[in-house]
């Protein structure tokens, strides 16, 4: 199928395959169309259809919410069934030359291990090596699972032959109850990406401030192992908060610990417990970070108090979470075009 | 628009904001600044959200849905995210009571934003407001470009090539000039075809004219063209403004 996009600067034609997504069609093409989840629930990928057929696949997403005339559909969820012609109401560029451009993709769950009772580690062996920033997401979907999730990356490498992912079980949760009560080992997943525009090059030359909430953490593990491959932390600061509810629900604490290590003091790290008060033992055992008590953007906003100068943020976690790390942000006086962030809607 | 009462100077909040729908069906916004209320679109220019349910400092707007941020004093844009600034409504208030006035259309021009008020009178004088049905035809390639347009309401198109019939995909929104040839030297012909796609308002200046009324104004001249420059690089599709 022949799909024209009108967007506010210019025009761009690229072809669909059948059931191919017109967003995913469109970025593997390099064409910058707008998105943010890329997965139905932000509304961000909105378009008008002004001529030709559209099927949607799923006209329950939450992201129609957004959509107020019935000629509009959602890029990220809607394939062409004729030659369509479309309008999106932004800019789109090209994407850049340095910028990795999505493709689909498959890959092997080659491992599969609990951290907590409730979030696993996954890593996936790709059928091809892959380059992608540091932040970045992929969507995935496993076998009799409808629909993509998006899962951030937690490693972080040129030519990456595996991917690593951190997920949290969300109880009824399609993927969660597969992830969860499946042995996944070996199963062979359909993978796009990659995809987000959170992401960080130690070319940025500022100080990286993490806020993030349980399996947030994953696409900023990526961000320190990239800053600490290129010795970043020995320039600028680095400030993470890593917001779980109880010290149980905690981990990678040894990875950060080691981290620390490399990195050395201008690299600040706090696991900020929402419930409870951090056990003396978390300190005996993780003598290199902090523990304070409170909502990780609570948290965050005391220990950065005056010390926003030249920081970019990135944000990731449950959407209430980013919500209210944004508000901090914006009170601490922030640009917005220094906050990064990814909503795991 | 002339002019409405859109509330109570009480029901706002002290550098806060408050939204009200209009009876004609205009939503807007009213913030509160120390002593000052402003009044602006209510529905975000990216994706119609409601900015009301944004952030708001008593300075700078942020819509909460991709932080688009704004100066609260002028509506222009804060920071590199907004693509345009918002519209701006001019507020009386009188007696603890707040009016709505849009006294010229050409204000909701981004173009025309940072013109002063002598100058946006005069070429207020020289808009023309037409209406065009669905088909209706603008211009076409090869006619002079002695005008420029700026778009109230409805939807217009462009096509582009030898014969005119492949789109050129530009996609206007409210307060949008184009045909903007009319400003450039050595810029005779129109390279494009536009029509309109549905019932559509248009404001209609004349190029010369325009130029001569930014002549005599210097400073509103200059900040005129550097929001044409700025249009115009962006409609190369420069990759300059990362
Ligand atoms: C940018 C981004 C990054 C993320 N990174 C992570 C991460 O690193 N770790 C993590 O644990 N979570 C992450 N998430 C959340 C993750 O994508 C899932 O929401 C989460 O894994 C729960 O999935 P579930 O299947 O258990 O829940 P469900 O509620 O069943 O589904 C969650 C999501 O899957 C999609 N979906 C569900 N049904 C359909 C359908 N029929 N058709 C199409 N799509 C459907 C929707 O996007 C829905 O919101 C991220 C989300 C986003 C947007
Ligand atoms: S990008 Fe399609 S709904 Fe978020
Ligand atoms: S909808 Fe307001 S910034 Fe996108």
């Not at chain 1, 199963?187 to 992401?199: C, I, K, R, S, Y």
């Not at chain 1, 976690?317 to 075009?337: K, N, S, Y």
């Not at chain 2, 120390?34 to 959200?49: F, K, R, S």
């Not at chain 2, 173009?111 to 049905?133: H, I, N, P, W």
């Amino acid at each position: 199928m022949k799909i024209q996009v009108n967007a506010r600067n210019r025009a761009y034609q690229f072809e669909t395959t059948e059931g191919e997504k017109i967003l995913y069609a469109g970025l593997s093409e390099a064409i910058g169309l707008p998105y943010e989840c890329a997965s139905g629930t932000c509304g961000t990928c909105k378009a008008r259809l002004v001529s030709g057929e559209v099927i949607d696949g799923w006209p329950e997403a939450p992201g129609r919410k957004y959509l107020k005339d019935d000629d509009e559909f959602l890029m990220c969820q809607c394939a062409a069934k004729t030659d369509v012609s479309i309008e999106v109401a932004s800019f789109v560029q090209p994407i850049e030359a340095d910028v990795c451009v999505p493709a689909a993709m498959k890959g092997v769950i080659s491992s599969a291990r609990l951290l907590t009772p409730d979030v696993i580690h996954l890593q996936v062996r790709l059928n091809q090596p892959m380059e992608f920033d540091a932040g970045q997401f992929m969507l995935v979907q496993a076998p009799g699972v409808a629909g993509y999730r998006g899962w951030s990356m937690v490693n972080h490498q040129r030519e990456a032959e595996s991917l690593e992912f951190i997920v949290k079980k969300k109880p009824g949760g399609g993927i969660s109850e597969w992830l969860f009560n499946t042995d996944c080992e070996g199963v062979e997943v359909d993978l796009f990406g990659p995809l987000g525009q959170a992401t960080f090059y130690p070319s940025l030359a500022k100080n990286v401030l993490c806020i993030a909430g349980g399996s947030g953490i994953a696409g900023m593990l990526s961000i320190l192992s990239r800053a600490a491959q290129n010795d970043y932390f020995s320039q600028y600061k680095g400030d993470v908060f890593f917001g779980v509810q109880t010290l149980k629900d905690a981990f990678f604490l040894d990875e950060f610990s080691k981290l620390r290590t490399l990195c050395g003091d201008n690299l600040n790290v706090v696991i900020a417990l929402s419930k409870e008060e951090a056990p003396a033992s978390a300190l005996n055992d993780h003598p290199q970070l902090k523990f304070d008590t409170g909502y990780v953007h609570d948290v965050a906003g005391r220990h950065m108090q005056g010390g926003y100068q030249n920081v970019r943020a990135y944000l990731a976690g449950p959407p209430p979470m980013v919500d209210a790390a944004i508000r901090v942000l914006l009170q601490a006086r922030m640009t917005t075009d220094n906050i990064c962030y990814d909503k795991f809607s | 628009m002339s002019k409405i009462r859109i509330c109570n100077t009480a029901e706002i909040p002290s550098n806060g904001m408050k939204e009200y729908d209009t009876e004609g069906g205009l939503k807007v916004l009213i913030a509160n600044a120390g002593d000052t209320y402003y009044a602006y679109q209510g529905l975000c220019p990216h994706q119609e959200v409601c900015l009301a349910e944004g952030y708001y400092d008593g300075a700078v707007l942020t819509c909460h849905q991709h932080l688009w941020q704004w100066d609260i004093t002028t509506g222009k844009e804060v920071g590199t995210l907004a693509e345009v600034p918002l519209e701006k409504y001019e507020v009386q208030v009188e007696d603890g009571e707040i009016f709505v006035v849009q006294s010229s259309a050409l204000k909701a021009a981004q173009l025309f934003m940072d013109v002063s008020d002598d100058t946006l009178q005069r070429l207020d004088l020289l808009a023309r407001r037409e209406k065009y049905g669905s088909g209706g035809v603008l211009y076409n390639i090869g006619d002079p470009t002695d005008d420029l347009y700026i778009l109230e309401s409805g939807r217009v198109e462009f096509l582009i090539g030898r014969d005119g019939t492949s789109p050129a995909g530009f996609v206007l929104r409210k307060g949008e000039v184009f045909g903007w040839a009319a400003l450039l030297e050595n810029q005779e012909r129109r390279i494009a075809k536009a029509t309109s796609l549905e019932d559509s308002v248009l404001l209609r200046l004349n190029g010369e004219a325009t130029l001569k009324a930014l002549e005599s104004d210097p400073v509103s001249g200059y900040l005129v063209m550097r929001k044409l420059s700025t249009l115009i690089t962006r409609h190369l599709g420069s990759q300059g403004e990362k």
